[in-house]
C-alpha cells in the first residue's frame, strides 16, 4: 500500500491522504479542454423539458496508453450539461445499468424532498437488486426512474452527482458527477460572455493502478461489499492527478477576449487554492447558488468540495502566444498545476461586464426565529473498528431527525469543526454566511451559498431559510470519505 503522509492533513494542505498513481501520468498541458455535450431534450411541451440518462460503464481514454474504465451518465465523464430555465419543469428519467444502486442528488437544487436524492432512495440496477452489507436497503426503485424538478429558483450553476448511502466516495470517483445550469431572465439580460464563451471546468483530482483504472482504496477492495474506505484514508482519499473536465491538466486555446468560467470543485477530499500565474484575476460574479448583487475581484479563489465558483477571466491584455497557468497553491508537485490558457489571438467581444448584477435579499439576523450549533468532528461513533465522523457527536441514521425547520423562516446556524476541514454543503436550502473565525469565510463567502469550508478549529455562521419544499433531507460534510462515514444528519422541512 503506497502511503507518503500520515498525518491526519497532509502537507498539501488538504484533509485526506494522497494515494500516488501507479500508471505513468501525462505530460501536463497537451491535451485539449474537453467540454461535456449539451444534453438535448427528447421531448418538450408547454412547459416541461424531458430529459433520458443512461448511467453506465464506458471506457475513457484519460492516461496516455492504458484505458480506464470509468462510470458515467451517459458514460461519459463529466456527464452531459443539462440546462434548466427558471420557470419550466425539468424531468430527468435515469435509467441504472451500472452494477450497483445509485442516487441522484442534483446539488444546489432547490427541488421536493422526494426528488432530492435521498442517500437511501436508491434506484436499483436493470439488472437486478442489490441489498446493502447490513441485508437491507432493497427499497426503491428498479432500472428507470424519473427525477422531476420544478426549477424556480435563480440562475446558477449546479451539479448533479451520486449519492449513494455508504458509498458517495467511490461512486462519484468512478465517474457519477455532471453540470445542471440554471438559466433565467436576469442573467440572459446582463450581456455576459456566453455561447462557447461561457465553460465549465469540473476540477477533481484521482489516482490510476498500474492497469489504468480508477484506484481507490475501498475497504474490501470492490465497491459492490463493505463501506467505507480503509482506515489510512478515512480522512479522504487525494489523488495525483488533475483532471479537468475528466482530462489531466489540459489546454483551453482562448481569444483574447472575456470568457466567463464555471469552476466546480468535483473531487472527493482535495481543495483548491486557485490563481492565474502571470495572468488576470478573477472576477467573481457567482457563487454555489447563483449571480452575486455586483463582481468581485480576487487573485485567488479557495474552492472547497462542491462549492462554485462562477468567474469572468479577461485576456484582452494578452498577446498571442501567451500562456497561462491555473496554479493550485495549495497543492505540491503534480497537483500544484491544473490546466493552461494559451491565447490565440486577438477576437471580437461584444460580451459586458456589468458593475451591478442581480438583485440579492440580504437576510436579517434580526428574522432569526430558531438558532443552532452542528459540530463536525471525529469521534462518537465507531464501525469497522474505526472512530467515524460525526455531527453533534452521532453518526448518520436515517431513522434520526436532528432538526424541524419551519419552511420559509431565517434560522441562524453556527457550524464548527472540532477537528480537520469539513466542507458542510445542506440539501434543499440556502444560506449566507454571516462570518466565521478559523475559516475562510471571507470575500469569496458571497452571495447565496449551499456549501462552505470549515478549516480545521474554525467555524462559520449562517443564517439559512428554506424557502418552499418540504420533507426530510440532509446536512452532511462534503469531504465524500467523511460522508460515507457518517458526518452526516436529517433534517425535517416543516
Ligand atoms: Cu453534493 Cu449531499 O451533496
Ligand atoms: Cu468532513
Known sequence: RAVENSANTSMEGSAGRLLPSQAPLPKPFQ?????????KPVRTDADTDYYEITQKAATAQ??????TEIWGYEGTFPGPTIISRRGRRTVVQHTN???????????????????????????????????????????????SRDYVYDI?????????????????????????????????????????????????????????????????????????????????????????????????????????????????????????????????????????????????????????????????VDFSEYSAGTRITMVNERGEGTTA???????????????????????????SEADVVATREFTFRRGGAEAHGMSLWTV??????????????????????????????????????AFQVLGSSGGTAGRSDVGWKDTVNLDNGGQADLLVRFEEHQGLAVLHCHNLEHEDMMMMANFEVV
Not at 484575476?281 to 448583487?293: A, K, N, P, R
Not at 448518520?396 to 469539513?422: M, Y
Open 152 to 312: 424556480d429558483q435563480p440562475a446558477a450553476t449546479l451539479w448533479y452527482h451520486d449519492h449513494r448511502m455508504d458509498f458517495t466516495g467511490p461512486q462519484v470517483y468512478r465517474g457519477l458527477a455532471g453540470f445542471h445550469l440554471i438559466t433565467d431572465d436576469v442573467e440572459q439580460s446582463l450581456g455576459l460572455p456566453s455561447g462557447e464563451r461561457d465553460i465549465p471546468l469540473m476540477i477533481a483530482d484521482r489516482s490510476f493502478a498500474a492497469d489504468g483504472s480508477l484506484a481507490y482504496p475501498s475497504v474490501d477492495g470492490s465497491l459492490l461489499g463493505t463501506p467505507g474506505v480503509t482506515a489510512d484514508f478515512m480522512s479522504g482519499v487525494l489523488g495525483d492527478c488533475v483532471l479537468v473536465n475528466g482530462s489531466p491538466w489540459p489546454v483551453l486555446e482562448v481569444e483574447a477576449v472575456r470568457y466567463r468560467f464555471r469552476i466546480l470543485n468535483a473531487a472527493n477530499a482535495r481543495r483548491f487554492r486557485l490563481r492565474l500565474d502571470d495572468g488576470p484575476s478573477f472576477v467573481q460574479i457567482g457563487s454555489d447558488q447563483g449571480l452575486l448583487s455586483e463582481p468581485v475581484t480576487l487573485e485567488r479563489i479557495d474552492v472547497a468540495q462542491g462549492e462554485r465558483f462562477d468567474v469572468v
Open 31 to 39: 491535451r485539449a479542454l474537453p467540454l461535456p455535450p449539451v444534453l
Open 337 to 363: 498545476q491544473v490546466m493552461q490558457f494559451v491565447v490565440s489571438g486577438p477576437g471580437k467581444d461584444d460580451s459586458r461586464m456589468p458593475s451591478r448584477l442581480a438583485e440579492l435579499e440580504v437576510l
Open 392 to 429: 453533534n457527536g452521532e453518526a448518520f441514521d436515517p431513522e434520526r431527525v436532528l432538526a424541524q425547520i419551519k419552511v420559509g423562516t431565517v434560522e441562524r446556524w453556527r457550524v464548527i469543526s472540532q477537528n480537520n476541514e469539513h466542507p458542510f454543503h445542506v440539501h434543499l436550502g
Open 62 to 67: 484519460i492516461l496516455d496508453d492504458l484505458p
Open 97 to 143: 445499468e451500472l452494477p450497483v444502486p445509485v442516487v441522484v442528488h442534483l446539488h444546489g437544487g432547490r427541488v421536493a424532498a422526494d426528488q432530492d436524492g435521498y442517500p437511501t432512495d436508491y434506484l436499483h440496477p436493470v439488472s437486478g437488486r442489490v441489498a446493502d452489507s447490513h441485508g437491507k436497503g432493497l427499497n426503491g426503485e428498479q432500472g
